[in-house]
């Protein structure tokens, strides 16, 4: 890794960090409603595994996603007014923090069911493999899901037929508030990859190199043998679950103690030590990313509401299969009729033609 | 035109469609090697292969969650269900993830999956594995739901359903998987979302789909001895439902009896004679009458199993309530 790219991590995690506590606050505020899950802590998952992906690469996430589209490159901006529920939002104001979705960066997004977008990373794997591109899919998840039955499902098939499907298990420890030793028999998960056959490593997610390492080899082994890999990335969330979550399942200690270990902390321990950044250099970054931040949120303040119209519209896709006759009187479909806001970007980013 | 089964016509229909697009392929349980828990898929593995007729483990999940993956990133899947009475161990791929992400995601993706197999009761196989489960997927936004009663309509609406970018639920009937009937020889599709009237009439419209249509086209042949002449009318598909079609036969007949395998409460049944009775208020001459199921599971024994399906009696009876006439008289 270069200096300057070591640099450009570090500014990435410090924006997700900057942002997510932005979003705390102006949650509060009242801005953002409904369920609000922030990526803070565990920020060098995301970040390690998005420097790694090919432009054409895919990945789908759970709801606890802001942190991936941030380091993926997305806007910020239209990521804050989503969570204000503006017209401008990633997803028109339709999805909420938990629906971030980028397609034509290969961001297939935040699914709000726990291990509901397991067999669905498979299926994008399958479709990779029936293609026979060289395309690789990261599929996201909390120490939850490994329990949820879809998580045996998708993973049974996914070595079966050597899907190029990598799943993180990015065990922060609870699932909302039941600890691991509460939920499951088996506690280092990784080793539930030998229940199929499959590669599986674990690796510490607060140290943003260790990630770069293992999620590297599991990228290589799915890209050149098509081969699925189970990582467990060690990890923790200072937060509560949500935001109506004050986390008193666990002690004071304990999350201090996870705090010494912070990955931005250890990352800019590092740029300071070995690739001789100054703090102020440091500084001066952070300083830039809470203006970002405070841009995002002037953005998303100034954005309009969505309109009324557009309740009726993202339902279903315009369609010469689907009779008009009957769809015109129903405003779902109607709209779809009316307008198609992204059949390009579609097309031209989420399709790749076989090689 | 040849005769053929809507078995035939149904594996005609998906050949096609794979041998014109390569993005389309077909996974479920025993769709390969086995040729199909009812057949359906014979002969596909042979001439496409195992990537795009693929066997799967039982894990309906599975299946769907894949199905909805393939077609986020552009691929056309076939998930068959070798009943629908399974499907709902795969619900949540479907309501939750297949029908809700074009919608979450602000427009940028699209679900373009059909997932197919026999639905409602076979013969004598009991509670679990015979019912009629179109309401709950007619009940979501963002799915098209499909029910063919011909093999002409199986093999038209099939490969709309393949072509078409939205998610697709295409319920078939196991009991109706011999029969026989016309299919054109040319190229052809069926739009999703015209009805059919399967026999006109003018005294009363029964509007069914899947076997009960042919039970009420049965029904219809018994009304004609007496010399009452029923309009039947097939939506074929659920949503979008052509409701004028149902309409302008209400409007000519003025008497409308809906029949439908399934349960009575929050029926597909129930929402069409809501819309009936809303609709059509002042061409009515009697209210909506509906044929279901009991309100009880399925159970065995042939003869419940018989008195539980609606049969051509069952609907003939509802005619006559319609129509004000009694029985015996």
Redesign the interface.
Known sequence: MTREEAFRLYRQMLLIRRFEERCAQIYVEGKIGGFLHLYIGQEAVGVGAMSLLREDDYFITSYRDHGYAIARGTDPRPLMAELCGKATGISRGKGGSMHFYDVPRGNFGGDGIVGGHLPVAAGMGYGIRLRGTDQVCLCFFGDGAVNEGAFHEALNVSALWDLPVVYIIENNRYGMGTSLDRASSVKDLYQRGSAYGMPRREVNGMDLLAVRNVLGEAIDRARKEKRPTLIEAETYRYRGHSMSDPGKYRTKEEVEQMMQVDPIFLWGKRLIEQERFTTAELEAADKEVIAEVDACVRFADESPWPTHESLYEDVYVRSPYIHLKSADKDPAWKASIREDKHPDTFWRHAVKEAK | MAILTMREALNQAMREEMARD??V?ILGEEVGAYQGAYKITQGLLAQFGE??V?D??I?E??I????????????R?IAEMMTFNFSILAM??IV??AAK??????????C?MVMRGPSGAAAQVAAQHSQAFEAWYAHV??L?VAMPSTPKDAKGLLK??I????PVIFMENEVLYNLKGEVPDEEY?I?????DVKRSGKDVTIVAWSRTCVTALAAAEQLAKEGIEAEVVDPR?LR?????LIFDSVRKTHRCVVAEEAWPMASFGAYVSDRVQRECFDALDSPVIRVNAPDVPMPYSKVLEKAYVPQPERIVEAVHQALYRQEGR
Do not use: C, K
Request: no cysteine; aromatic share 8%.
């Open positions: 390569q993005s392929f990537w795009r693929r799967t483990p894990a999940e599975a769907a969650g894949i199905a909805v993956g393939a077609a986020f990133i552009g691929l899947p949540d791929m939750n993830h992400y074009r919608y979450m995601s602000g427009g940028q993706m699209r373009p936004p963002g098209v709309a359903a072509r078409d970018d939205n599709h739009p999703l979302g015209i009805g598909t979008p439902l052509d409701e004028d």
